[in-house]
């Protein structure tokens, strides 16, 4: 584990407190240096996670304290995780954190 101070956050973004990042196959790969072509280690890994909103765009402030899917919000495995506002996807309390990033592949891949 490292600590690190967090860099300012992107305008436009959410800054997601990351309550739970499951481990995926896809994850392992780049770890193991397989992605050396496209991913520059070291990198956090993680592509996968559902968090809190603990800050956003003041037009969005209403987000604060909502859970999120931080879709394209790459490094998962950490604390925090910036992602663009409009690709986070609101999840209710209602549904667990395990079930809830187990959706995520199939949102990205509508989202593309």
Do not use: K
Not at 13 to 36: C, H, K, M, Q
Request: proline share 11%.
């Amino acid at each position: 584990m490292l600590d690190r101070e967090l860099p300012p956050r992107a305008p436009g973004s959410f800054r997601v407190e990351v309550s739970y990042a499951p481990v995926n196959p896809s994850d392992l790969i780049p770890i193991s240096g397989a992605y050396a072509h496209r991913i520059s280690l070291p990198a956090v890994a993680g592509y996968e996670g559902v968090g809190r909103v603990v800050e956003a765009p003041e037009a969005l402030s209403h987000m604060v304290g909502r859970r999120v899917l931080p879709l394209r919000g790459e490094g998962t495995w950490q604390t925090y995780v910036d992602c663009p506002a409009h690709h986070a996807v609101e999840v209710p309390d209602t549904i667990p954190d395990i079930v809830a990033v187990s959706t995520q592949l199939n949102l990205l891949r509508l989202s593309r």
